[in-house]
């Protein structure tokens, strides 16, 4: 199992940035990939993107390709996300998973989640 915690989550302006951390530790495997999700209010818990633990073949959702960007440090994964819009409000979480797992149901490990706020 791998235990996950996010943190670099808050309160921000429309069309500021935020990048967001998740601090993986346990039993980690080179094969993992990366996902990061996020939930807002009353609505599913939706893929964001997902990145193989040695940083390869980065796959984001169509919503944030262009403004989120994702990277490997050592045993933190990060999640930097530029031109956030309001629509971006979200409790935002990290996963880990099998080489190559994009949908939620791929990912076994979750850390407990990040609030990320964007004020109009």
């Known amino acids: 199992q791998v235990q996950l915690v996010e943190s670099g989550g808050g309160l921000v302006q429309a069309g500021g940035s935020l990048r967001l951390s998740c601090a993986a530790s346990?039993?980690?495997?080179?094969?993992?990939?990366m996902g990061w999700f996020r939930q807002a209010p009353g609505k599913e818990r939706e893929f964001v993107g997902a990145?193989?633990?040695?940083?390869?073949s980065p796959y984001y959702a169509d919503s944030v390709k262009g403004r989120f960007t994702m990277s490997r440090d050592k045993n933190t994964v990060y999640l930097q996300m530029n031109s956030l819009k309001p629509e971006d409000t979200a409790v935002y979480y990290c996963?880990?998973?099998?080489?190559?797992?994009?949908?939620?149901?791929?990912?076994?490990?979750w850390g407990q989640g990040t609030q990320v706020t964007v004020s109009p």
């Open positions: 996963a880990a998973g099998p080489l190559g797992a994009t949908g939620r149901t791929d990912f076994g490990s």
């Open positions: 990145i193989s633990w040695s940083g390869g």
């Open positions: 346990g039993r980690t495997f080179r094969n993992y990939n």
